[in-house]
């Protein structure tokens, strides 16, 4: 059988079934042969051996043999199912996967992007998985699809949404403070709707760039209030021309957060520390131009 041809749920459901039954089938066959030995053997019915046996050839084979099948049966099954979960379909559709402390957003060829994972049903999608900053994990517990995003690693997974329906999509790796909150969907349209879709994301991304949309697609809301409560980073609200006080090269300034100063932040995050906050803000190389200017315009707006 062609590998390609199997989804990622036929590859692992199967082991696992399989991996379950032969735990079964031994769980019940020990408890039940021990049961029988302490009836059988009590010392009130035994009270002294009566065998002078001291080895049984076959009985030494056959726990040697069926142990050494099934442990084989088992790593069969492992790579085969390993090399579906590798082996990509040629025409899968293509999306990159950027995980951050502490959000997701999806990226697609012709240029849409999301913070859920929008895919066609019924077609394979080969996900690039990139980390901006530490470990995160993709996890899709619906398609049994789980991967380590590592920094500076290439990485992907692949799977199939037999049907319409919305699920869930979890960072999997204990990655800071709101790891709890890294939660996304998988929206599995159908192909039609999901054209449609991929057009108007296309075409909105390409125009007008929202930049409330944006600083949550970035996950910038997951670290900067919007209410003036402080969080993992400095709040949004009333950040403009305000008085910051921060760190540059390792001494302490007082700045004042004009625009200039926004645009240096979200670009060069390391450059200015602001005091009170741990240096954990990644730079985003995808960013455009349009796109700094929106947030920039998005946080002189919160007075």
């Known amino acids: 059988m062609n590998s390609r041809l199997i989804t990622t749920t036929e590859a692992v459901d199967p082991v696992f079934m399989f991996l379950f039954g032969a735990c079964l089938l031994l769980l019940v066959g020990i408890t039940a042969a021990m ?8 010392r009130s019915r035994a009270p002294r051996p009566t065998s002078t046996a ?3 050839l076959w009985l030494e084979i056959v726990w040697t043999a069926l142990p050494t099948i099934l442990v084989l049966a088992m790593f069969y099954y492992g790579w085969y199912g390993y090399l579906a979960l590798r082996r990509v379909p040629p025409d899968a ?5 950027t995980a951050r402390m502490w959000s997701w957003s999806f990226s697609y060829p012709n240029g849409a992007t999301s913070p859920k994972l929008f895919v066609p049903v019924g077609k394979p999608v080969r996900v690039e998985l990139v980390s901006l900053d530490v470990i995160h994990g993709f996890f899709l517990p619906a398609f049994r699809v789980k991967r380590d995003v590592v920094p500076g690693m290439k990485n992907h997974v692949w799977f199939v949404a037999p049907k319409a329906g919305s699920f869930d999509l979890f960072c999997s790796q204990y990655c800071g403070t709101a790891h709890s909150s890294m939660i996304s969907t998988v929206e599995a349209l159908p192909e039609a709707e999901f054209a449609a879709w991929l057009k108007q ?3 909105t991304t390409a125009t007008r760039p929202d930049g409330r949309k944006l600083a949550q697609e970035k996950g910038c809301l997951g670290c900067h209030s919007l209410d003036g409560t402080p969080g993992v980073g400095p709040a949004f609200k009333g950040l403009y021309q305000s008085q910051v006080e ?4 390792g001494k302490p300034l007082t ?6 100063y926004l645009k240096e932040s979200i670009r060069q995050p390391e450059a200015l520390i602001v005091k009170g906050f741990q240096p954990i803000m990644p730079a985003d190389p995808d960013l ?3 796109q700094l200017e929106a947030l920039v315009e998005f946080i002189k707006g919160l007075k």
């Open 35 to 42: 049961l029988f030995f302490i009836v059988r053997f009590h």
């Open 54 to 56: 001291d080895n049984n």
């Open 246 to 249: 921060v760190m540059r090269a």
């Open 201 to 203: 994301g296309s075409s």
């Open 288 to 290: 455009t131009d349009e």
């Open 93 to 97: 559709l293509p999306v990159t996967a």
């Open 255 to 260: 700045v004042t957060a004009d625009e200039a």
